[in-house]
């Protein structure tokens, strides 16, 4: 199975800021690798896939990239309804898989 | 627009079974294979397996689990047996976003199902 691991763990941030997440993949996923927003008591929504592709409806302040095993998620001019978890997944192989969460509170 | 829709909480003793439904509206049923993830309390996402409503095939992550669906009602369940508190858990089902990408588009809302003595 394919082990992914989100850096960092938490991350604290202010309005206005950018920031990054990254994402390794224990092997090669080629460009397979998603993005999900989580906010509490709330589904996960998804919004980039294919590494770099906004998923509908989702605004441009987010972008992805990446391939292989290095993937980044970054949010441009944070806002309150940014700060939440976020996630990776790679579907790549079967089982599909996440990382553990990337928290991002106010700072 | 896609909708899945899940039942409401349910409570259930240690050893017992648990049946989730996620009914499915806004697209074709057959042609997009449903998951379903379940995250326990302050902890992050698990995937538990798939099931093409197409043929009914499916891929499982454990072997206390059961997923079925009814093309009649696009509906899909999954059933988890012998709970343990461990189970404890929200349970969402998820719908591909394109095909069988494996990729989780579109979520229910989850289900809280609590495994208490």
């Known amino acids: 199975d394919i082990q992914m691991t989100q850096s960092p763990s938490s991350l604290s941030a202010s309005v206005g800021d950018r920031v990054t997440i990254t994402c390794r993949a224990s092997?090669?996923?080629?460009?397979?690798l998603g993005w999900f927003q989580q906010k509490p008591g709330k589904a996960p929504k998804s919004l980039i896939y294919a590494a770099s592709s906004l998923q509908s409806g989702v605004p441009s302040k987010f972008s992805g990239s990446g391939s292989g095993t290095d993937f980044t998620l970054t949010i441009s001019s944070l806002q309150p309804e940014d700060f939440a978890t976020y996630y990776c997944?790679?579907?790549?192989?079967?089982?599909?898989?996440f990382g553990q969460g990337t928290k991002l509170e106010i700072k | 627009q896609v909708q899945l829709v899940q039942s409401g909480a349910e409570v259930k003793k240690p050893g017992a079974s648990v049946k989730v439904s996620c009914k499915a509206s806004g697209y074709s049923f057959t042609s997009y294979y449903i998951h379903w993830v379940r995250q326990a309390p302050g902890q992050g996402l698990e995937w538990m397996g798939m099931i093409n409503p197409s043929g009914g095939n499916t891929v499982y992550a454990q072997n206390r689990i059961t997923m079925t669906r009814d093309t009649s009602t696009s509906t899909v369940y999954m059933e988890l047996s012998s709970l343990r508190s461990e189970d404890t858990a929200v349970y969402y089902c998820?719908?591909?976003?394109?095909?069988?990408?494996?990729?989780?588009?579109?979520w229910g809302q989850g289900t809280l199902v609590t495994v208490s003595s």
């Open positions: 998820a719908r591909d976003l394109w095909d069988s990408s494996g990729f989780l588009g579109y």
């Open positions: 092997q090669g996923i080629s460009n397979k």
């Open positions: 997944q790679q579907y790549n192989s079967y089982p599909p898989s």
